[in-house]
């Protein structure tokens, strides 16, 4: 007897489940929390292959939220984002306070639509291919004075290339002294950050709203932390605003504070000082650790995958005519080790999927790592084969999202990435620093990353 194909089951499951909410584990929110944080990955799986592609989690703080496993469904979800689905709303509880109102991350509707034709000048295919040269230098005048002969943990050491690269190259401040005052305030409040978020988390808006004050002022907590780094950050970007306006040579400069500085909206206004703080905030958030800690995985993976290894260095080398294969070991990079696995949506009404109604109210999540992980799309999908991208992308691949809300980054993440990899395979030969057991994926505040940081060990060429 046949068995039924994907598609078969697919529809099966949708006419068995006519319109019931869709189904999850039955345990506390408090537990699965705890089982979502520590296993990420193994325990979304999990729920994928007991519950089927759309299935429920209950989470502390925060809506019930519907996970898709599917491409099909996760691109239904993304056309809700014309009508009842707010990808903004999802994130402004836990990014507001640090991007800010005006962040296109935290928007949705008329004012999101704003700002993202703005900043889409800044982003333009063309404009940020000339940024290359300047991110591959920047890359190769910190990767020299790497130690050798002992273990180096990537992740922390290429978040300085990044934070760097984002505020020549994006910010494009020329003040040393000010680079290196940036350099001292955005780790420590990045990481601040994440334990006010641990707070917003848990408690309810409302009570936050009231408690936020009052902590703020009480010496030595994570907010009153938080709250004197991100005043002193503050006063450095707005003193770079101010003046970058003066500057001369305002029209001739290409960094992307100039270009956003330049544009104009349908009626001939300029951004104001808080939108272009709020979109600085955003790229540091959006575009620093992220991108470190793509990088920091794809060594994860390159000294664990010796054959891939081998065969991406001789082509940085020249040796092979092997166009595309750094690409391809990205784009495999992202798809097994997804740095930003979710995708959610708040539901401004109710949403037919996959055969289950989900509420108003609720969020709907495309979830990277589901979708990354079928067979279907991905044989052996466990294995790590960039071949899999030489010809082109499956629609299963979405590791900046999708719709009109995918990523608008996206180019200039490939292109750094694209950039560091050769500065660092051009003067090291990489190696595992311990065992083959491959670093767990941690979450750390909606992002993967590698459980100790991307460990290699680094010899000289």
């Known amino acids: 007897m046949r068995s039924p194909t994907r598609g078969e089951e697919k529809m099966r499951r949708t006419q068995r489940t006519g319109s019931r909410l869709p189904p999850g584990p039955r345990l506390p929110k408090w537990l699965q929390t705890v089982l979502a944080l520590h296993d990420p990955v193994g325990f979304f799986e999990r729920c994928r292959q007991r519950h089927g592609e759309v299935f429920r989690i209950d989470f502390i703080g925060i809506p019930p939220v519907a996970y898709v496993g599917d491409p099909d469904l996760a691109h239904e979800v993304f056309t809700t984002d014309r009508g009842i689905g707010q990808a ?21 509707g008329d004012d999101w639509m704003r700002q993202r034709r703005l900043l889409g000048s800044a982003f333009h295919g063309k404009r940020i ?18 130690p050798t002969a002992t273990e180096i943990r990537l992740r922390p050491r290429i978040q300085v290339i990044t934070l760097e690269i984002i505020l020549r190259v994006v910010f494009g401040v020329r003040d040393t002294r000010r680079v290196e005052r940036l350099h001292e305030l955005l780790p420590p409040l990045l ?9 917003i988390s848990i408690l309810p808006r409302s009570l936050w709203a009231r408690v936020e004050p009052i902590l703020a002022r009480v010496p030595r907590n994570p907010v009153a932390k938080f709250t004197d780094l991100f005043t002193e950050t503050d006063q450095v970007l707005y003193t770079e605003i101010a003046e970058r306006r003066d500057a001369d040579d305002l029209q001739d400069r290409a960094d992307i504070l100039s270009v956003l500085m330049r544009a104009r909206d349908d009626d001939g206004s300029a951004m104001t000082d808080l939108e272009l703080r709020d979109a600085l905030m955003t790229l540091i958030v959006a575009g620093h650790e992220t991108t470190a800690t793509g990088l920091a995985w ?15 260095t001789r082509a940085i080398d020249g040796e092979d005519d092997d166009r595309g294969y750094l690409d391809a070991v990205i784009k495999e990079t992202l798809r097994t080790r997804p740095v930003g696995p979710d995708m959610p949506r708040y539901l401004t009404g109710p949403l037919e999927l996959g055969g289950y109604r989900i509420p108003a109210g609720w ?33 299963a691949w979405m590791p900046f999202g999708g719709g009109r809300r995918k990523c608008l980054g996206a180019q200039l993440a490939m292109l750094e990435m694209q950039a560091v990899i050769p500065a660092i395979l051009d003067r090291y030969r990489v190696r595992m620093a311990g065992d083959d057991a491959p670093e767990k994926p941690l979450m750390r505040y909606a992002t993967l990353v590698p459980s100790q940081d991307g460990r290699i060990r680094a010899d000289r060429r």
């Not at 000339?130 to 890359?139: K, L």
């Open 88 to 108: 903004g709303e999802a994130r402004k509880p836990f990014l507001e306070p640090l991007v800010g109102v005006n962040s296109l991350i935290c928007l949705d």
């Open 298 to 312: 794809a060594f994860e993976r390159l000294v664990r995958n010796p054959q891939v290894l081998d065969r991406l």
């Open 129 to 146: 291919e000339r940024y290359r040269e300047d991110i591959a230098a920047i890359a190769a005048a910190y990767v020299r004075e790497w």
């Open 363 to 395: 969020w709907v999540n495309p979830s990277a790592t589901l979708l990354h992980n079928m067979p279907d799309h991905f044989p052996d999908p466990d294995d790590f084969r960039p071949e899999r991208f030489l010809e082109e992308d499956p629609p």
């Open 191 to 199: 990481a601040s950050w994440e334990s006010v978020n641990s707070l």
